[in-house]
């Protein structure tokens, strides 16, 4: 039910041309704040940019927590511009592109969250036995507060619009044009891919395998999605990993510049890959095991049902 709910509610084409310039809207009125406060403290459009450029606002006054804060608003923005689109253009309730059923499960996100928090914490420990000198304590404890309430408080906020942007509004979109699953999973897996083309971890490991990780992920989150019939469990699995991204480990090629406890002095992306496919295949069979998981192949790859459904 979760891409035949796509039918209800107003799907013109160019219903679909408007929202997503509402949502670009949004995205391009979050990042307005931080180049406001700029222009009010004096600073000329060339010195902006070049601050822009490199995300370094430190200049102007502005520190590190301050400047992810900044950033993620875009994705506030977004969120926002995403829920005018389905509520007030779409006519459609903001809930199914989580859930078709009448209430979200809360639990299953939190489920999902603190499994994979729990399984990147074990891959992490195995990789620190492997190489412990690769790690150092990086903790900053006049920066870690700050930074433990926007990780808490707004990167669920931006996790949360990226999944309900590609494995909700666009899995389900596409769905409406195609008649087999598997179109929307690919398609929405490598768009999501496309982009984190800018992330700087792309210039500094290369396109090949920083693309074999996105396009996995998108991959692997819509299978969960299409299998659970939800968006909750892809949801929890976003949350934790750019939670854990922001507050335990990080590295200095990594998008996400924080005051994380400890950085890698070096990255190897086969390990990395490696790592992370392993833990994605244990976490689908624990999920699968407790949601008896069954039909892989129809519900992944196979036709989409498309009953009558009465417009509302």
């Not at 450029?53 to 502005?62: D, I």
């Not at 993620?72 to 006519?91: E, N, P």
Request: proline share 4%.
């Amino acid at each position: 039910m979760f891409l035949q709910i796509a039918r209800q509610g107003q799907n013109k084409w160019w219903l679909y041309l408007a929202s997503l310039v509402v949502i670009t809207l949004g995205v391009f009125a979050g990042q307005m704040p931080i180049f406001l406060y700029l222009k009010i403290m004096g600073y000329q459009d060339f010195e902006i940019s070049e601050m822009a450029e490199t995300l370094n606002f430190e200049p102007a006054g502005v520190g590190q927590n301050l400047t992810l804060f900044f950033m993620l608003l875009a994705f506030v923005g977004g969120l926002i511009g995403l829920w005018l689109s389905v509520v007030f253009i779409h006519k459609k309730k903001f809930r199914w592109l989580i859930t078709p059923l009448e209430r979200v499960n809360w639990r299953k996100i939190l489920f999902s969250f603190g499994l994979w928090m729990a399984l990147t914490m074990v891959a992490e420990l195995v990789m620190y036995g492997v190489h412990p000198e690769n790690y150092e304590l990086h903790f900053q404890p006049d920066k870690f507060p700050g930074l433990l309430l926007i990780s808490l408080l707004i990167f669920p906020l931006q996790t949360s619009w990226e999944e309900l942007m590609f494995r909700g509004y666009i899995l389900q979109g596409t769905s409406l044009l195609v008649p087999m699953r598997w179109i929307p999973l690919i398609f929405t897996s490598a768009l999501f891919g496309f982009m984190h083309m800018m992330n700087e971890e792309v210039s500094a490991f290369g396109v090949g395998p920083t693309m074999v990780y996105y396009i996995g992920t998108g991959l692997f989150l819509g299978i969960i999605t299409l299998m659970d019939d939800s968006l909750e469990l892809a949801l929890g699995v976003h949350a934790a990993t750019n939670i854990y991204s922001s507050l335990f480990v990080t590295f200095e090629a990594s998008s996400l510049k924080t005051a994380a406890i400890f950085e890698m002095k070096s990255v190897d992306m086969n390990e990395m890959l490696v790592a992370f496919f392993a833990i994605a295949a244990i976490y689908v069979w624990i999920v699968a095991r407790k949601n008896n998981w069954s039909n892989w192949t129809a519900r992944c790859l196979g036709p989409i049902q498309t009953p009558q459904i009465e417009q509302v």
